[in-house]
């Protein structure tokens, strides 16, 4: 009773900050919750068990809900602790007022610069990933994200600035700290020639897992990733979609707690995208720290806690997804979808109503404005000019605006491979 009581008590800390957004985002992380409790997972879990089975406590997807079943006054004190900081600090206002560095962040970069010999590839970077979360980041090619990640691995030197992990420094050693990293680059770096399973046991010894323990998470992965029957076949015979399940596999089997990603989905067909994107989901409710670079947007939206917007090797926007997307809210967005080729309406359109900005792409023109838009002068607008309109559509709030704004530049579009949305 005396373990449960300091659970609940400790749970109830006024300066969990990282708890409460676990809790406020998605159903409670175990292993990020033991983490920060100074708990093993084990004794994290039979607590949280413990707690369920006497109708204590539950959690979902809106947060940690307690219920008072039993007289003890110490233990009822710490559950009613724990509410009242929770009801308390889960508005804006509420979360506003606790310090961000009240919990160490998973790593965290300062002022982080790469130079390639006169030119400046990334450029003062500083930003902080939480234990726990998906933390996206995002920018045009060439805005330096896959040299960042480079550099946070261990596998390119920074110029200048300082690199951190779980609250310790690591400038100079990050290889020291590899053995907590999962790595997904960009490219398939898995042996074709050998088999699926081999593959993933072969990773597993380099971390230098046992045999047994390599070949049971072994197996247990390729069940996961729906790769069981493809276990036998050579990496090489493998479709896009499954070399990516594979090598995003082979990088969690030495259980990192951070991963890193670098455009994991991209050239991949929707079907398997969509795998992928669940696969993830389910880690980050396991604890695991994911870095998260994409050139989808829609993808980023639906997974990121947080994202990073960079371009060139610049930090420019960072922020919760809900809040930079509150930002697109103010804007009014129409698309046009006309017959034949749209670019020559973007100045006649942009001369007809001031302070709009248009972008065209193919037979689509996209308007967008700091005040809501009018749907009749628009139709008007073509009608007069004879343009046979196809399609008149208002589109929702998107990270593709706040990514246009910051940026510069429109991101790119996924192929829609296989018919349907990814």
Same mark, same amino acid.
């Given at each position: 009773?005396? &373990?449960?009581?300091?659970?609940?008590?400790?749970?109830?800390s006024?300066?969990?900050?990282?708890?409460?957004?676990?809790?406020?985002? !998605?159903?409670?992380?175990?292993?990020?919750?033991?983490?920060?409790?100074?708990?093993?997972?084990?004794? =994290?879990?039979?607590?949280?068990?413990?707690?369920?089975?006497?109708?204590?406590?539950?959690?979902?997807?809106?947060?940690? @809900?307690?219920?008072?079943?039993?007289?003890?006054?110490?233990?009822?004190?710490g559950?009613d602790?724990?509410?009242?900081?929770?009801?308390?600090?889960?508005?804006?206002e509420?979360?506003?007022?606790?310090?961000?560095?009240?919990?160490?962040?998973?790593?965290?970069?300062?002022?982080?610069?790469?130079?390639?010999?006169?030119?400046?590839?990334?450029?003062?970077?500083?930003?902080?990933?939480?234990?726990?979360?998906?933390?996206g980041?995002?920018?045009?090619?060439?805005?330096?994200?896959?040299? =960042?990640?480079?550099?946070?691995?261990?596998?390119?030197?920074? =110029?200048?600035?300082?690199?951190?992990?779980?609250?310790?420094?690591?400038?100079?050693?990050?290889?020291?700290?590899?053995?907590?990293?999962?790595?997904?680059?960009?490219?398939?770096?898995?042996?074709?020639e050998?088999k699926?399973?081999?593959?993933?046991?072969?990773?597993?010894?380099?971390?230098?897992?046992?045999?047994?323990e390599?070949?049971?998470?072994?197996?247990?992965?390729?069940?996961?990733?729906?790769?069981?029957e493809?276990?036998?076949?050579? @990496?090489?015979?493998?479709s896009?979609?499954?070399?990516?399940k594979?090598?995003?596999?082979?990088?969690?089997? !030495?259980?990192?707690?951070?991963?890193?990603?670098?455009?994991?989905? =991209?050239?991949i067909?929707?079907?398997?995208?969509?795998s992928?994107?669940?696969?993830l989901?389910?880690?980050?409710?396991?604890?695991?720290?994911?870095?998260?670079?994409?050139?989808?947007?829609?993808?980023?939206?639906?997974?990121?806690?947080?994202?990073?917007?960079i371009?060139?090797?610049?930090?420019?926007?960072?922020?919760?997804?809900?809040?930079?997307?509150?930002?697109?809210?103010?804007?009014?967005?129409?698309?046009?979808?006309?017959?034949?080729?749209?670019?020559?309406?973007?100045?006649?359109?942009?001369?007809? @109503?001031?302070?709009?900005?248009?972008?065209?792409?193919?037979?689509?023109?996209s308007?967008?404005?700091?005040?809501?838009?009018?749907?009749?002068?628009?139709?008007? @607008?073509?009608? &007069?000019?004879?343009?046979?309109?196809?399609?008149?559509?208002?589109?929702k709030?998107?990270?593709?605006?706040?990514?246009?704004?910051?940026?510069?530049?429109?991101?790119?579009?996924r192929?829609?491979e296989?018919?349907?949305?990814?």
């Open positions: 009773m005396k &373990d449960l009581q300091t659970f609940c008590r400790a749970l109830a006024p300066v969990r900050l990282e708890i409460l957004r676990l809790l406020g985002s !998605h159903p409670l992380c175990v292993n990020a919750l033991a983490g920060h409790l100074g708990l093993s997972a084990a004794a =994290t879990s039979q607590h949280l068990r413990l707690l369920r089975e006497q109708g204590l406590v539950q959690d979902d997807k809106r947060g940690l @809900f307690v219920h008072y079943r039993r007289d003890d006054e110490a233990f009822r004190d559950l602790r724990l509410r009242d900081f929770w009801e308390g600090s889960r508005t804006e509420g979360l506003r007022g606790i310090s961000m560095k009240s919990e160490p962040f998973a790593f965290e970069v300062r002022g982080l610069r790469k130079d390639f010999g006169s030119l400046r590839a990334v450029d003062s970077l500083s930003f902080g990933v939480f234990p726990g979360e998906i933390f980041f995002l920018g045009p090619n060439g805005a330096g994200k896959t040299t =960042t990640i480079r550099m946070l691995t261990g596998l390119a030197r920074p =110029t200048g600035g300082r690199l951190f992990f779980f609250g310790e420094e690591r400038t100079a050693d990050v290889k020291a700290v590899q053995h907590l990293m999962g790595i997904v680059p960009d490219d398939n770096n898995l042996y074709p050998l699926g399973r081999a593959n993933l046991e072969f990773c597993g010894a380099l971390y230098g897992m046992p045999r047994k390599r070949q049971e998470r072994a197996e247990m992965l390729l069940e996961r990733f729906g790769l069981a493809a276990a036998g076949r050579l @990496f090489g015979t493998y896009k979609g499954m070399r990516r594979l090598v995003l596999a082979a990088a969690l089997m !030495h259980r990192p707690p951070i991963l890193f990603l670098d455009e994991p989905t =991209t050239g067909d929707v079907a398997s995208a969509r992928i994107r669940q696969l989901d389910d880690l980050r409710c396991e604890g695991t720290t994911i870095f998260l670079t994409t050139h989808y947007i829609e993808e980023a939206q639906r997974l990121c806690d947080r994202i990073a917007f371009a060139e090797g610049r930090l420019v926007a960072l922020d919760a997804t809900a809040t930079l997307l509150a930002s697109a809210r103010e804007e009014g967005a129409i698309d046009f979808v006309v017959e034949g080729e749209a670019f020559s309406l973007k100045e006649p359109l942009g001369r007809a @109503f001031g302070g709009v900005t248009c972008r065209v792409e193919g037979d689509t023109v308007v967008r404005s700091a005040e809501p838009l009018r749907l009749t002068p628009f139709l008007n @607008f073509f009608r &007069d000019r004879g343009i046979e309109l196809r399609e008149a559509r208002r589109e709030p998107s990270l593709e605006e706040v990514f246009l704004r910051v940026t510069g530049k429109a991101p790119e579009k192929a829609k296989g018919g349907g949305r990814p």
